[in-house]
């Protein structure tokens, strides 16, 4: 295992992928860049590599076609596809039949802890939980799956300290993490006043800048969020327990059929 992050290939270049490069980006990293959706890519590596260069920091930024050459000459993989299990290990496999052995691999996913992922890979000493929050929050969860090593989790904790996060350590496995736990807690809450018709949204959303002194309410935030992330994030939940209380409002989901995704397309709860 090499002691240190050179190269990180980052698997999934959409809403928190991209977040991710940004934010790595700004220090000495080469960054290898793969999505299924090309036809941005190669603007997103033009506007990356400028920002790297106005920060005069060190290594390149590509952009791939193919997964396999994405990873292969990388230390580090994180995984940012949507929140489906089964494609989190269609990914997490080929990672790492492609991979060199020493590269770690993290999924950055809002709840699938990574030992429901590590079946998929051969290399179980070598995963783990690295959850970002949108680049604003500077941290960012790091867990545990059932093998992995010391020596794993502390060059993941080092790696987030060198991108000036904080990583939040999670010292058991749980399934949401720590303060995503928190959150996923209050939307839904927020998410059935809503659907039961209890409180209009802006009402929610004021109420909740006021109390917390932040800038944004939880149905700003989950505009921002994409609303599809926001729901298969919650049937994550349900899935997880079974508990029908855990199951996001049928109008979450009415409002996705209908492509109200927030502000990727303009509009969600509130119009863009
Ligand atoms: N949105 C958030 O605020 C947030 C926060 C923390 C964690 N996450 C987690 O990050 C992950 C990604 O979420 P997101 O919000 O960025 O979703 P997103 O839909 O914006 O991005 C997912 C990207 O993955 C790409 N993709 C789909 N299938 C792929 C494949 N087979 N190979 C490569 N790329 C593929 C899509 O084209 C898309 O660009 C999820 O697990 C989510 O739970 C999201």
Same mark, same amino acid.
């Given at each position: 295992m =090499?002691?240190?992050?050179k ?5 999934g ?16 990293? $080469?960054i290898?860049?793969y999505?299924v959706?090309?036809e941005?890519?190669?603007?997103? =590596?033009?506007k990356?590599?400028?920002k790297?260069?106005?920060?005069g920091?060190? &290594?390149?930024?590509?952009?791939h ?12 993989i994180?995984?940012a ?12 496999s ?5 991979a060199p052995p020493?590269a770690? @691999? ?15 890979v051969q290399?179980k000493?070598?995963v783990?939980?690295?959850?970002f ?6 941290? =960012?969860?790091?867990?545990k799956?059932t093998r $992995? ?6 060059? &993941?904790?080092?790696w987030?300290e060198?991108?000036e ?5 999670v010292k ?6 720590v ?7 209050l939307?839904?809450e ?6 039961e ?7 929610m959303?004021?109420?909740?800048k006021?109390?917390t002194?932040?800038?944004?309410g ?11 992330? =926001?729901?298969n994030?919650h ?11 855990e199951?996001?409002?049928?109008a979450?989901?009415?409002? @996705?059929?209908k492509n109200?995704?927030g ?5 969600g709860?509130?119009?863009y």
């Amino acid at each position: 295992m =090499v002691n240190e992050i050179k190269i990180v290939a980052i698997i999934g270049a959409g809403f928190l992928g991209k977040q991710i490069a940004s934010q790595t980006a700004f220090y000495d990293y $080469t960054i290898r860049l793969y999505d299924v959706r090309t036809e941005t890519l190669e603007k997103l =590596v033009k506007k990356i590599a400028r920002k790297k260069k106005k920060k005069g920091a060190l &290594g390149e930024i590509t952009y791939h076609n193919n997964l396999n050459e994405a990873v292969s000459d990388a230390d580090l993989i994180i995984e940012a596809v949507p929140e489906i299990l089964e494609l989190k290990k269609k990914i997490f496999s080929q990672i790492d039949e492609n991979a060199p052995p020493h590269a770690i @691999i993290a999924t950055n996913s809002s709840s699938i802890p990574v030992s429901r992922i590590e079946d998929a890979v051969q290399r179980k000493d070598k995963v783990l939980n690295m959850h970002f929050y949108h680049q604003a929050i500077p941290m =960012v969860d790091l867990m545990k799956g059932t093998r $992995t090593s010391e020596e794993t989790f502390e060059i &993941g904790k080092r790696w987030i300290e060198s991108i000036e996060f904080t990583p939040i350590i999670v010292k058991k496995e749980s399934f949401g993490f720590v303060f995503n736990r928190l959150w996923h807690r209050l939307r839904l809450e927020a998410l059935k006043m809503w659907a039961e018709g209890i409180v209009d949204i802006e009402m929610m959303d004021i109420a909740w800048k006021i109390f917390t002194h932040m800038d944004v309410g939880p149905f700003e935030l989950m505009d921002t969020i994409g609303l599809d992330t =926001v729901y298969n994030v919650h049937m994550s939940y349900f899935k997880e327990t079974g508990d029908p209380k855990e199951k996001p409002p049928q109008a979450l989901k009415d409002m @996705i059929d209908k492509n109200m995704l927030g502000m990727k397309t303009k509009k969600g709860f509130y119009e863009y």
